[in-house]
C-alpha cells in the first residue's frame, strides 16, 4: 500500500509535530498509530472515546489520556519523519478493531463490507462503477447521456460519464456550475453536512472550516468542473422545456432554450440532476405582490439592497432564515421574524469554527489521519441519528416524541434551548416545538440562532400572518407592522420534482400527469414508462439525520452507470423499470417512512407532498442504500 498520494512528507521539528497534536482528534489519532505501527495495543487499554453524536468524542477522553497519546503520536510521527516507512496493509482483522473502537461499537457484518468500501484504505473508488468498463470503448462512445443541472449531482454525473468514456452534454439553467451554492448567497450561508463528509469521496479537501461558508463550496463544485474538464461539456443557461421518449428509435428527444434560442438535443439517455431544494416557493399569504419596499426570497437575495438601517421583515424560520437572521440583524435597525412552526435546534460547538492549523497540518502530513477522520465524520454524521428519529410501536402516540430513544432526544434538545433562553421564558416557550424531534429538519446551530432572538431589536412572533399589505404584514391579531424591506424565508417547491418540465415518456404520457402529484421511483432513480430516464436526488432520497446527500448522488450515480452497462451487454436501446417492481418498492418505502418520526407526526413539513405522503425522505440506513444501488437487477426492468 502506498502512502495517500498528495500528503507532504513530515519535515517539521519536534515543536511543530507537538503543536499539531494539541489540535488532533484524539480518537482518529489512535487508529493512526495502530495503522502505522502494526501495534494495536494502544486500541486495546483503558483509553477509549464515547462515541455519542452530540458529543464530541474528544471531550470524554481525559486530559491526561489525550497527553499520553500525544506522547506516543510524537514519538512514532519522529520515527516517521526521520526514517520514513512504509507501513503494512493491517489485516482484516485489524480493520475491523480499528472501526470498532472509532464507531464504539462491535460493527455488525453487514457494516464491515460498506465501510471499508468507504474507508477505502487500498485506494479504490468505491463507488465507480466497474461493469460499464468491461464493455467495448465503441460501444460506450456510441451512447450519448444529456444530463439536467450542473449542480452537485449533474457535476458528478459528467465526472462519471467521462471517466467511463460516454459522451455526454449537461444543460445547465444559471451562467454558471454550482446548483444550489451558486444560487443560494443570503448571509450566514454555509452546509450544514460535516463538511469532511460533504465533499464526493475520490476528492477530498482541507476544508477552512468543518461547515465552510456558501462561496467555499462554490469554489469546490467550480474547481471540480475545471479540473475534470467539463465546462465543454455545459450548455449554460440553458433550460430543458420538454422532452420526448421515441418509442421506435429508443431515444430522447429534447428542446432546450438557450442564449439562442430554442434548440433540439438527442440523446439515448437522461439523467435529471436538478435537485430539491431550487425553485424559491412564496407563501400562499394574501397581498404578498402587494409591500410597497423591497421584497425577495431567501434564494435570490438582492444584495443590492443594504439593509443597515432598515427594518426588516423575515417570514419563515427554517434552515435559511436560522443562518442568516443572526448576520443581517447585526446591521438592520430590527428584525421581526414572523414564526410559524419552530425548528428543533440540534447543538453543535463546531459549526462556525475554523479547522485549527494544527489539524490542516495532520490532515496534510500524516499517513491516514484524514482517512480515519474522514471516516469517524462519515460513521457519526452517517447512521447518527436514526435510530433516536424511529418510531416504537408500542410507544404512546403523541405529537410529544415517538419512542424512547426520541424522548431522550427530545430531553436533550430541550436543555440546550433552556442552556440559551433560560434567561428568557416568553422565548423558550416560543421555540419549544410541539412535534416529535426528527419530524420537521432540525437545525444545527452553535447558538447563534436563539441569542440572536435575544437582541434588543429582533423579535420573534407566532401571531400567524393574516395578509401582507403596502407597508407590511398584518396578523390575525390584527396588529400592523411596518418594514422598509421584507424577506421571505419559505422554503422550495420540494415535491414539484422535475417542475416545470414537460417530460413525455412511453405512449406519449407526461410524467407529471403520471404522477397525479405522487412523484414516487424506484429507487428514487428510475420511473416505469419512462425508459432511460434516471433521477439523482429523486422522489424518496432526502436523508433526515443521517449522512451527506453526497453520498447519495454516488450511489445513484453508480447504479446508473450499471443501468447503461445492462443495456449495452443486452445490446438493447433503453429499460424501462418493470410496474410492479417499482409499486412493491414504494409500499416498502412508505412503510419505512410511517415508522419514523416524520411519517408519524402531523406536523406540517416539505417532506410531505399535498395528500400528506411522505415524498422525499429515505427511511432506511446508508447502508441499506449503499446495498440498494450497488448494481441493477436485470429482471427488474423490461428492455426496448
Ligand atoms: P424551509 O425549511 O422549508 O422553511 C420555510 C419556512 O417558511 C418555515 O419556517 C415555514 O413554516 C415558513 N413558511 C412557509 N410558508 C409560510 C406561510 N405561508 N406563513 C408563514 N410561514 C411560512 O425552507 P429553507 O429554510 O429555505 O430550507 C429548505 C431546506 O433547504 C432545508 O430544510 C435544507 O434541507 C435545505 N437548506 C440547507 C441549508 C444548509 O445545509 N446549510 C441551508 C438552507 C436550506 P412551517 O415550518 O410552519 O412550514
Known amino acids: 500500500m502506498t502512502i495517500a498520494e498528495g500528503l507532504k512528507p513530515i519535515s517539521g521539528d519536534d515543536e511543530t509535530i507537538r503543536a499539531a497534536l494539541e489540535q488532533a482528534d484524539i480518537p482518529a489519532l489512535m487508529v493512526t498509530l495502530a495503522h502505522l505501527t502494526g501495534d494495536m495495543d494502544i486500541l486495546r487499554g483503558d483509553i477509549r472515546p464515547s462515541v455519542e453524536f452530540l458529543g464530541d468524542p474528544n471531550e470524554s477522553i481525559p486530559e491526561a489520556d489525550q497527553a499520553r497519546v500525544r506522547e506516543i503520536a510524537l514519538a512514532v510521527l519522529r520515527r516517521?519523519?526521520?526514517?520514513?516507512?512504509?507501513?503494512?496493509?493491517?489485516?482484516?482483522?485489524?480493520?475491523?478493531?480499528?472501526?470498532?473502537?472509532?464507531t464504539g461499537q462491535e460493527i455488525g457484518e453487514?457494516?464491515?463490507?460498506?465501510?471499508?468500501?468507504?474507508?477505502?484504505?487500498?485506494?479504490?473508488?468505491?463507488?465507480?462503477?466497474?461493469?460499464?468498463?468491461?464493455?467495448?470503448?465503441?460501444?460506450?462512445?456510441?451512447?450519448?447521456?444529456?444530463?439536467?443541472?450542473?449542480?452537485?449531482?449533474?457535476l458528478l454525473a459528467g465526472i462519471r460519464l467521462k471517466e467511463a468514456g460516454i459522451p455526454f452534454e449537461i444543460v445547465e439553467k444559471n451562467s454558471d456550475v454550482g446548483g444550489t451554492w451558486l444560487e443560494n448567497t443570503y448571509p450566514g450561508c454555509r452546509v450544514d453536512s460535516a463538511n469532511h463528509v460533504y465533499s464526493y469521496s475520490f476528492r477530498p479537501q482541507d476544508w477552512p472550516q468543518h461547515f465552510s461558508a456558501q462561496e467555499v463550496l462554490r469554489q469546490y463544485f467550480s474547481g471540480c468542473a475545471d479540473q475534470y474538464g467539463l465546462r465543454e461539456h455545459i450548455r449554460f443557461d440553458t433550460e430543458l422545456t420538454t422532452a420526448r421518449f421515441d418509442e421506435g428509435s429508443g431515444t430522447w428527444t429534447a428542446?432546450?432554450?438557450?442564449?439562442d434560442g430554442p434548440r433540439t438535443l438527442q440523446a439515448n439517455a437522461i439523467i435529471s440532476a436538478v435537485g430539491q431544494l431550487n425553485r424559491p416557493r412564496m407563501p400562499d399569504i394574501p397581498g404578498c405582490e402587494r409591500f410597497s419596499g423591497a421584497s425577495f426570497h431567501s434564494a435570490e437575495w438582492r444584495h443590492d439592497q443594504d439593509l443597515s438601517g432598515k427594518r426588516v421583515g423575515v417570514i419563515g424560520t427554517g434552515a435559511s432564515a436560522f443562518q442568516f437572521v443572526p448576520i443581517i440583524s447585526q446591521q438592520a435597525a430590527s428584525v421581526t421574524i414572523f414564526q410559524r412552526t419552530p425548528p428543533w435546534v440540534v447543538p453543535n460547538p463546531d459549526y462556525f469554527q475554523e479547522v485549527p492549523s494544527g489539524m490542516h497540518w495532520l490532515l496534510n502530513h500524516v499517513p491516514y489521519y484524514a482517512k480515519w477522520f474522514r471516516f469517524s465524520m462519515?460513521?457519526?454524521?452517517?447512521?447518527?441519528?436514526?435510530?433516536?428519529?424511529?418510531?416504537?410501536?408500542?410507544?404512546?402516540?403523541?405529537?410529544?416524541?415517538?419512542?424512547?430513544?426520541?424522548?431522550?432526544?427530545?430531553?436533550?434538545?430541550?436543555?440546550?434551548?433552556?442552556?440559551?433562553?433560560?434567561?428568557?421564558?416568553?422565548?423558550?416557550?416560543?421555540?419549544?416545538?410541539?412535534?416529535?424531534?426528527?419530524?420537521?429538519?432540525?437545525?444545527?446551530?452553535?447558538?447563534?440562532?436563539?441569542?440572536?432572538?435575544?437582541?434588543?431589536?429582533?423579535a420573534l412572533l407566532t401571531d400567524p400572518i393574516a395578509e401582507v399589505t403596502t407597508a407590511g404584514v398584518r396578523t390575525e391579531s390584527g396588529n400592523e407592522h411596518e418594514f422598509d424591506v421584507l424577506i421571505f424565508?419559505?422554503?422550495?417547491?420540494?415535491?414539484?420534482?422535475?417542475?416545470?418540465?414537460?417530460?413525455y415518456g412511453l405512449e406519449g404520457v407526461e410524467l407529471h400527469e403520471a404522477w397525479n402529484g405522487e412523484p414516487r421511483a424506484y429507487k428514487g432513480i428510475t420511473i416505469p414508462g419512462f425508459p432511460n430516464l434516471f433521477c439523482c436526488y429523486g422522489p424518496n432520497t432526502n436523508i433526515v439525520v443521517n449522512g451527506s446527500i453526497i453520498f447519495f448522488s454516488e450511489c445513484e450515480m453508480r447504479y446508473i452507470l450499471g443501468c447503461l452497462a445492462l443495456l449495452m451487454k443486452e445490446n438493447r436501446s433503453a429499460l424501462d423499470v418493470k410496474r410492479d417492481v417499482h409499486e412493491a418498492y414504494n409500499r416498502w418505502i412508505d412503510a419505512g417512512n410511517r415508522g419514523m418520526a416524520w411519517g408519524r407526526s402531523g406536523v406540517n413539513t416539505w417532506y410531505k407532498n399535498a395528500s400528506g405522503r411522505i415524498t422525499q425522505n429515505w427511511p432506511f440506513t446508508l447502508l441499506e442504500f449503499w446495498q440498494q444501488t450497488r448494481e441493477p437487477a436485470p429482471e427488474d426492468y423490461s428492455f426496448i
Open 110 to 154: 453487514d457494516y464491515v463490507e460498506f465501510l471499508e468500501a468507504e474507508l477505502s484504505l487500498n485506494g479504490e473508488d468505491p463507488y465507480a462503477q466497474p461493469e460499464i468498463f468491461e464493455l467495448p470503448a465503441a460501444q460506450r462512445a456510441a451512447f450519448k447521456v444529456l444530463v439536467i443541472g450542473a449542480g452537485m449531482s449533474g
Open 489 to 503: 424565508a419559505t422554503g422550495f417547491k420540494a415535491s414539484d420534482f422535475l417542475h416545470p418540465m414537460k417530460i
Open 255 to 259: 428542446e432546450v432554450r438557450g442564449p
Open 378 to 458: 462519515f460513521w457519526r454524521a452517517a447512521e447518527g441519528l436514526l435510530d433516536s428519529v424511529s418510531a416504537d410501536e408500542k410507544w404512546q402516540v403523541s405529537e410529544r416524541s415517538v419512542s424512547e430513544a426520541n424522548e431522550q432526544f427530545r430531553g436533550q434538545l430541550i436543555e440546550n434551548l433552556k442552556a440559551h433562553l433560560g434567561d428568557r421564558p416568553d422565548l423558550l416557550e416560543k421555540c419549544t416545538p410541539h412535534y416529535p424531534p426528527g419530524a420537521k429538519r432540525a437545525l444545527i446551530d452553535d447558538g447563534a440562532w436563539l441569542e440572536s432572538l435575544k437582541r434588543d431589536n429582533v
Open 80 to 102: 516517521y519523519r526521520d526514517e520514513p516507512f512504509e507501513p503494512d496493509n493491517p489485516a482484516e482483522t485489524q480493520i475491523r478493531e480499528m472501526m470498532n473502537f472509532l
